[in-house]
């Protein structure tokens, strides 16, 4: 699973749904650094945590041959 812009308010508007869910891996994407810092500490520590641009991770994630839900 992958959600973007997710760490304002530390996912409570939307991560913490799909934590809610038990999905078997989540990655997080957004480009604030002190609020990624945050989920790290809430949120399971196997889920993927990229802070940068999305636009560059989707690009590099096609590259890649990678897919989510």
């Known amino acids: ?3 973007l812009f997710c760490a304002e308010y530390y996912g409570m508007l939307d991560v913490i749904h799909i934590h809610d869910a038990r999905p078997g891996h989540v990655t997080l994407v957004d480009y604030n650094p002190d609020y ?3 989920m790290k500490l809430i949120y399971p ?7 940068g641009d ?3 991770f989707l690009k590099k994630a ?3 041959g990678l897919s989510y839900d």
């Open 1 to 3: 699973m992958l959600t």
């Open 36 to 38: 990624m810092e945050g």
């Open 45 to 51: 520590t196997e889920w993927t945590y990229i802070c």
């Open 54 to 56: 999305y636009k560059k």
């Open 62 to 64: 096609q590259a890649e």
